[in-house]
């Protein structure tokens, strides 16, 4: 059974349109993120939420949106795509306990490559 | 900030040969420590952690240690199989606060040769 689950795996669309990509974890995790990976390999983080709280929006651009509507989903809606957004976005989870004490690792879905054209 | 900084690839060995891939970080206080490895097409998958100074990460043959004084997580294997072909990335959480996030490295492509 999968334990971070992306879909689609792949996307491909066309500039301006808009588009959505899911994330669902069955872990019981309350910490879910999006990352996004260029070409070259690089992972940065781009939203982390905290039992559905958003904690972190790390300078995305507002054409992207995430969306929890509980715990165990996380969503990122894509509004006029744009050449650029062209990567691999990854979603994953981590248990994290209420002090705010982090040591757990993340678990990381398999991906989902958008191409923009 | 956080950062980390791994050394560039492409790192490419014949079969069991010995792979050290260096790590360094940045961070203040003290944070977990964790290699994670992509292989083609696939997500990241968690090789090893560890959560406090001198511990070492082990796993499938990896080691790490976690050393304070250096700052450092190098990861290693005393020898590769072709199986082992990935890339690899050093990543720092920290251990308190609200800072919910991993911090990465660039990754470090490993090609292993038969």
């Known amino acids: 059974d999968t334990a971070v689950s992306q879909t689609p795996k792949y996307l491909v669309t066309q500039m301006g349109n808009d588009k959505s990509i899911k994330c669902e974890q069955n872990?019981?995790?309350?910490?879910m993120y999006w990352y996004k990976q260029d070409s070259k390999k690089f992972l940065k983080i781009m939203f982390s939420?905290?039992?559905?709280?958003?904690?972190i929006n790390e300078t995305v651009p507002n054409r992207f949106s995430p969306k929890s509507p509980d715990k165990a989903h996380l969503n990122l809606h894509i509004n006029s795509l744009e050449l650029g957004d062209s990567a691999v976005y990854f979603c994953?989870?981590?248990?994290?306990?209420?002090?705010?004490?982090?040591?757990?690792?993340?678990?990381f879905g398999q991906g989902t490559r958008l191409t923009v054209v | 900030g956080d950062s980390v900084t791994q050394m560039e690839g492409p790192v490419t060995l014949s079969e069991e040969a010995f792979l050290t891939i260096n790590c360094t970080y940045t961070?203040?206080?003290?944070?977990?420590l964790f290699w994670y490895v992509q292989y083609p097409g696939e997500g990241l998958q968690l090789l090893l952690k560890?959560?406090?100074?001198?511990d070492k990460g082990s796993n499938k043959g990896f080691e790490a240690t976690y050393r304070k004084e250096t700052t450092s997580f190098h990861l290693e294997k005393g020898s590769v199989q072709v199986s082992d072909s990935a890339v690899y990335f050093c990543?720092?959480?920290?251990?308190?606060?609200?800072?919910?996030?991993?911090?990465f490295g660039k990754g470090t492509l490993l090609t292993v040769n038969p």
């Open positions: 994953a989870s981590s248990q994290d306990n209420s002090t705010g004490y982090m040591n757990t690792e993340a678990f």
């Open positions: 872990l019981g995790h309350d910490t």
């Open positions: 939420y905290n039992n559905k709280e958003l904690i």
């Open positions: 961070a203040t206080g003290y944070p977990s």
């Open positions: 560890a959560t406090k100074a001198d």
């Open positions: 990543a720092l959480r920290h251990s308190g606060g609200s800072n919910y996030k991993l911090t």
